[in-house]
């Protein structure tokens, strides 16, 4: 069986860190609130544009409802129809030319 035996001293580290700061566990994270406060505010000025925007909507509907548009005149065109029946024989012929 194998012992723990040390044949020699460890060394130690040559350069040590002065003031070295243990960091502590629970720590206050000012970063996620000040995200908390930067979404809120986000969510404030979202809701005050999408209220601004409804409130245009609304106004443009008023104003489409009043002023009606003026009824399109439906225009026919009407087709004439062909003058000479059309001649199957004398276009495959004219084809076969080609």
Known sequence: MAKNKQKGKKQKNVFQVANKHLKHKNKAKPV???LKHINAVKNEKVE???????Q???DVKSISK???PEPKKQTQVVREPPKESVNVDS???LFSQL
């Open 91 to 93: 276009a495959a012929q």
């Open 48 to 54: 005050n544009l999408n209220q601004i925007f409804t």
């Open 66 to 68: 009043s002023v009606a």
């Open 32 to 34: 996620t609130t000040t």
């Open 56 to 58: 245009v909507q609304r």
